[in-house]
């Protein structure tokens, strides 16, 4: 099986759009996993009961409220690379 992969222009193109969506939900993953460990370990000080305390909840708000807004932001820049790739020709 020495034959090489031998792929035209279209195929290409579309490979390569693929690898960059798959990129970018990497990243928006790799970001929900950041964020969420980090409002948890700054927001939770210990677990001992079913319920929050009203200052770990007001945390909690405001810790999600910039996670919503950097998704938001990344979201954004994603969408906007993804135009440009696609008003290249690539």
Request: charged share 25%.
């Given at each position: 099986?020495?034959?090489?992969?031998?792929?035209?222009?279209a195929t290409?193109?579309?490979?390569?759009?693929?690898?960059?969506?798959?990129?970018?939900?990497?990243k928006v993953?790799?970001?929900?996993?950041?964020?969420?460990?980090?409002?948890?370990?700054?927001?939770?000080?210990?677990?001992?009961?079913?319920?929050?305390?009203?200052?770990?909840?007001?945390?909690?708000?405001?810790?999600?409220?910039?996670?919503?807004?950097?998704?938001?932001?990344?979201?954004?820049?994603?969408?906007?690379?993804?135009?440009?790739l696609g008003?290249?020709?690539?």
């Amino acid at each position: 099986m020495s034959d090489s992969l031998q792929l035209d222009a279209a195929t290409q193109n579309e490979l390569q759009k693929f690898i960059a969506q798959e990129t970018a939900q990497r990243k928006v993953n790799e970001s929900v996993q950041k964020f969420t460990s980090l409002c948890w370990d700054k927001c939770i000080t210990k677990v001992n009961s079913g319920r929050l305390a009203p200052s770990e909840s007001d945390c909690l708000t405001n810790c999600v409220g910039r996670f919503l807004d950097a998704s938001l932001q990344l979201v954004r820049d994603v969408e906007n690379k993804r135009s440009l790739l696609g008003s290249s020709g690539l």
